[in-house]
């Protein structure tokens, strides 16, 4: 965010809310002073809309992903890669919404949808690694028996992610992770 031309930083916490009559803010103008950039104002969006917008995972394949811990173990491995991984998007079962007995297992596709950056070679790249890690995490938690079996994990460009994929696929949100702005990812295991 810029204010008077200079660089300012903000943090906003969904948690601490405070109610304001729209009657009370009427008698005031925006402040021109501040300004947000396209790519700042996406991030706005995208935290306000998290809160209300969130993806329904049936209750079995949660459970599962806490048995075998895959969720914490994933969280941990994409936490520094959050200037680079977007979204996190599961396709589980093909789309199906199914409460699977004991037995039954999840069939489970992860897509990791990066920032293609200034250099979308080397963003490309960084993704392959996180994928790469993201494989090795599942390949350790999902063993025979787990309920889930990990049937693909890619990475794709923001630039290349089709709407009609996007809209098919269920974004796994890491929500103690933070909206980051920068472009700038970190090394595996940062």
Request: hydrophobic share 40%.
């Amino acid at each position: 965010m810029v204010r008077d031309g200079g660089e300012v930083i903000i943090e906003l916490v969904s948690t601490n809310k405070l109610f304001v009559p729209k009657s009370k803010l009427a008698q005031y103008e925006p402040d021109s002073a501040f300004v947000l950039d396209g790519k700042g104002l996406g991030v706005l969006r995208s935290w306000l809309s998290a809160r209300y917008n969130r993806s329904a995972f049936t209750d079995a394949f949660v459970d599962r992903m806490r048995a075998t811990k895959l969720d914490v173990r994933l969280a941990k491995t994409l936490e520094p890669h959050g200037g680079l991984i977007s979204f996190v998007n599961f396709d589980i079962d093909a789309g199906q919404v199914v409460e699977r007995p004991a037995g039954d297992p999840y069939t489970l596709s992860i897509v990791l949808v990066y920032a293609p950056g200034d250099d979308p070679d080397a963003s490309a790249e960084a993704a392959e690694a996180v994928v790469q890690a993201v494989e090795k995490i599942c390949e350790d938690r999902l063993k025979a028996g787990t309920d889930i079996v990990l049937k693909r994990c890619m990475s794709i460009s923001e630039d290349d992610m089709p709407v009609s994929q996007a809209r098919v696929l269920m974004q796994w949100r890491l929500e103690h992770m933070t909206n980051k702005a920068d472009d700038h990812p970190g090394p595996i295991g940062q």
